[in-house]
């Protein structure tokens, strides 16, 4: 028997809605993103999602390069481009982050402080 377990889901969907969030962490910062720092953003996220992180060199490859690569996000974010690469890597792939529902069927299980499944049960109908 499992004494706990994490809701599963495909790491892209993951990634993205550790995206979302931390978007609105950065507005609540006072942070806001020109739109073409948005789509550098979306790249990497996506990239994340594919490789698990991100790293400087990976600026010299595809969709990057043809973007004007590393240069060009430095020119776009400036000195943060290294804050927003290592906050990016940290906050996409942390999984940790309390999950925020359970399904139906999963009865006498419940959702500990860190969003962790607990139950005494075994999670079956």
């Given amino acids: 028997m499992l004494d706990q377990q994490a809701l599963l889901e495909p790491f892209a969907v993951t990634v993205s809605r550790h995206f979302e969030r931390w978007l609105v962490d950065q507005a609540r910062q006072g942070r806001t993103y020109t739109p073409d720092q948005q789509a550098w953003l979306a790249r990497i996220r996506d990239h994340i999602a594919v490789?698990?992180?991100?790293?400087?060199?990976?600026?010299?490859?595809?969709?990057?390069?043809?973007?004007?690569?590393?240069?060009?996000?430095?020119?776009?974010?400036g000195d943060r481009l290294p804050v927003v690469l290592a906050e990016l890597n940290e906050r996409l792939v942390d999984d940790h982050e309390p999950a925020t529902h359970l399904p139906s069927s999963w009865k006498y299980a419940e959702l500990n402080e860190i969003g962790t499944i607990v139950t005494d049960r075994p999670l079956r109908n």
């Fill in 51 to 77: 490789s698990v992180n991100i790293v400087p060199e990976d600026f010299e490859y595809a969709p990057f390069n043809q973007e004007g690569g590393l240069g060009k996000a430095y020119q776009l974010f």
